[in-house]
Structure formats: structure tokens, C-alpha cells
């Protein structure tokens, strides 16, 4: 209904009509009878127009595959972190080869979003399907709040009406501690403090390859690392403490750096091809650290499964996950309880609860039979063995 409202110092009747979320305004000269029913004529005139406006398009047929893809992945790429664009990217890239970029949004229902899934969960894994149908049921979700007025589909969200799949999980290989000690004895120069950093600091192999000076303070015994790896992709910085070996190690490759070189981490030029980038800082090291196991003697492990190591041996040293989350420096406790239960660790404490409220039950002891019991493998790989310098264990 019309109301008087004030505009320029001067109070109005003015109409105002919303239809399906669109609204639309109209000032009237003064607060006589005649501006009134002026701006009740209007209201009535301007809300049949806009059902009619909104009748005569067919949003549901409006937006074609590949318009939505663009948007995703433009607003991935200036507010997400790399490694999101990138499997973004990944996903749409795969939807666009299955159905076209002309197909409309408006075709595609459940039937034919779990027919799409269930392909990629019998051609690829039920892991890979999941992770599909996370970011285009998110990006679909997105889609209908940033565009709902320009006409994307407002109905269902089609991929988060398909059930999850089931999974297999291989939790990531973590060697045992020793296995780590042998690999740093073995490295040198650069790559010795390199994989010190990484462990010390319990740190993903990006925030090291981009550490510069800049982020090293000898003076406050601190290392500054930064990350996207955030709820919005913004970055963010976290100071460290260094342990003694961390320090000691940031201080040799201080000594040992070229003239005018920012990175702390430089790429050498050692292979040829390499050559063009000597100075500038790693963007990658993909075969460096099987190569660096193998002349180890030990089983491949990978950059992550340092700072996987890290917390474990930290969880070990008897601290709580609390702690073990700020050095990690995840958003939420949940993401460091699973680090640690994917490697075995009793994160719970299931063992003393059940040890406190039924080891010390009377009873007729009864030895369990080994007999045929297969001898578990992983003993070795979830116990470290030891921890390395600088990390102390408390009592």
C-alpha cells in the first residue's frame, strides 16, 4: 500500500511493489488525497506488470551450462585459494565435456545429475564422485543467492539431492620418525634446511617455497607463514616460533644465499632446464622427495607427510590438540582430531577409559588365541620412532 515517506525535505505519498523478490518504486508530488490514489492506481498497474513480466521469462531455461561455469570460476580465481580454482576448474571441465556448454540449467534434474555421478563413481571411485558432487552442489547453492534475479534456477539443487557414494579411504603414508631423522642426514646444504623448516614448523610445502626474509625474524626468534587456505581464500599470517634447529637452519641458508635474493628458498639451476629460473623461488619440487628416500634407503613419503609427522610427534610428546592446532594452524579442531585419527593415534583416550573402568574388573582371565591373526604392517609407520631435535618431550 502507498505511504508517506520524505524525499529532498519533503514528505510524499510513494508506491512500492515487490514481485518474486524484484522491487520496483514510484514518488508521487505531495500528501493530497489525488497523490494517494495516484499512487494506488500505480501500485496496482506496476505489480500486474511485473507478474507478467516475470511470467513471460523462463528463468529455469536462461542459463546455459557454461555461463555458470564462468561465474564460479571467476569468483574462484579472485577470492579462493590456487588450489581451489584449480579443482574447480577440474569439475566444470568434465561437466562441459559430458553435456555441452549449451545445455540449460533448466534440463538438468536429478535423474540426470546422479546418472552423471554414478558414471564417474564406477569409472573413477566413489571418493571422486563425492568430491564432484561437493563443489557443484556448492556451486550451484552460490549461483541461486548471488543470481537470483538474474534469472538462475530457483528450484531444487539437483547434485545435492544425490545421495553421497560410498568410499574407500587410504589414509596418507606417515613414516616413522627415524625414517625422517635418515632423510635430513642425508640431505644437504639448501635441502637440508629446507626439510628442516618444514618439519619444525610443522608447515605445508607452499608457505615455505614462498617464505622470503621478510617473514624471518632472528631478533623475536620468529617465522611468518601465510596461507589461502581459508573459509574465503583471503590470506592470512601466522607467526611462528623456531625451535633451535629451525633457527639454526634459517641461519645457514642466510649465510648461504646470493646477492639480492629474497626467497629463502631459491631455485638453483642444477638441471638445465632449470637454469632460466635460478634465484626465483620454488613453485614445485615433484620428484625431490622419492629421490631423496630412495637414496635414503626408506619407503616414499611425501612434503604433507612431514607435517602429518609433526603433529604426531608432537601428539606423542603429550600435548593437547588444542596446542597441536595452533602450530598447524587449522580453522577448526576438527580438521587436527582427524589428522591424528587417520594415523592411528587415540585422540579419545578410548584406551584409559576402558582400561579405568573395566581392566580392573574381577574375572576369569582368558587368553585370546594369535592363532591365524594376521601380523598388522603399520605398527612402524604409526609409532615414530624417537622425535628430532628441538621438538622436547614433556612429562
Not at 533448466?106 to 555421478?117: F, N, P, S, T, V
Not at 609433526?310 to 610428546?317: D, M, N, R, S
Amino acid at each position: 500500500m502507498p505511504s508517506i515517506c520524505q524525499k529532498n525535505g519533503r514528505n510524499r505519498w510513494r508506491g512500492s511493489v515487490m514481485v518474486a523478490g524484484r522491487v520496483s518504486r514510484k514518488w508521487f508530488p505531495d500528501t493530497t488525497k489525488d497523490s494517494e490514489r495516484a499512487a494506488a492506481t500505480w501500485e496496482a498497474e506496476e505489480k500486474v506488470r511485473l507478474i507478467q513480466e516475470a511470467a513471460s521469462t523462463t528463468p529455469m531455461a536462461s542459463w546455459s551450462l557454461l555461463q555458470w561455469a564462468n561465474e564460479v570460476l571467476a569468483f574462484a580465481l579472485s577470492r579462493r585459494a590456487p588450489a581451489t580454482y584449480t579443482e574447480k576448474k577440474g569439475v566444470f571441465k568434465r561437466l562441459l565435456k559430458a553435456f555441452g556448454p549449451d545445455v540449460a540449467l533448466g534440463d538438468l534434474d536429478y535423474d540426470i545429475a546422479e546418472e552423471y555421478l554414478d558414471g564417474h563413481a564406477a569409472e573413477r571411485s566413489g571418493n571422486a564422485a563425492n568430491k564432484d558432487r561437493k563443489n557443484l552442489a556448492a556451486d550451484w547453492k552460490w549461483a541461486q543467492r548471488k543470481f537470483r534475479r538474474e534469472g538462475f534456477p530457483a528450484g531444487g539443487n539437483p547434485w545435492l539431492e544425490v545421495e553421497r557414494y560410498s568410499e574407500t579411504r587410504h589414509p596418507r603414508y606417515v613414516p616413522p620418525m627415524q625414517d625422517m631423522v635418515t632423510v635430513l642426514a642425508n640431505a644437504q646444504g639448501q635441502d637440508h634446511a629446507m626439510l628442516t623448516v618444514i618439519l619444525h614448523l610443522a608447515a605445508r610445502k607452499d608457505e615455505v617455497f614462498r617464505l622470503t626474509w621478510e617473514d624471518i625474524d632472528f631478533t623475536r626468534g620468529k617465522v611468518r607463514l601465510k596461507t589461502r587456505k581459508t573459509e574465503t581464500g583471503a590470506w592470512r599470517e601466522d607467526w611462528l616460533p623456531m625451535t633451535r634447529e629451525c633457527r639454526k637452519a634459517c641461519m645457514a641458508q642466510w649465510e648461504r644465499r646470493q646477492p639480492e635474493q629474497t626467497a629463502v628458498f631459491a631455485q638453483t639451476g642444477e638441471y638445465n632446464m632449470d637454469e632460466a629460473y635460478r634465484g626465483q623461488p620454488y613453485s614445485s619440487r615433484q620428484h625431490y622427495m622419492r629421490k631423496a628416500c630412495v637414496r635414503s634407503g626408506v619407503k616414499p613419503f611425501g612434503f604433507h607427510a612431514i607435517r602429518h609427522l609433526a603433529a604426531g610427534a608432537l601428539f606423542e610428546a603429550g600435548y593437547p590438540v588444542s596446542t597441536i592446532q595452533k602450530v598447524l594452524r587449522h580453522q577448526s579442531p576438527t580438521t587436527t582430531v582427524v589428522y591424528l585419527r587417520n594415523h592411528g593415534y587415540d585422540v579419545d583416550q578410548l584406551e584409559l577409559a576402558l582400561e579405568d573402568a573395566l581392566g580392573k574388573m574381577p574375572g576369569k582371565v582368558i587368553p585370546l588365541t594369535t592363532k591365524n591373526a594376521p601380523e598388522s604392517d603399520h605398527s612402524e609407520a604409526f609409532c615414530p620412532q624417537g622425535l628430532p631435535p628441538g621438538i622436547a618431550r614433556r612429562n
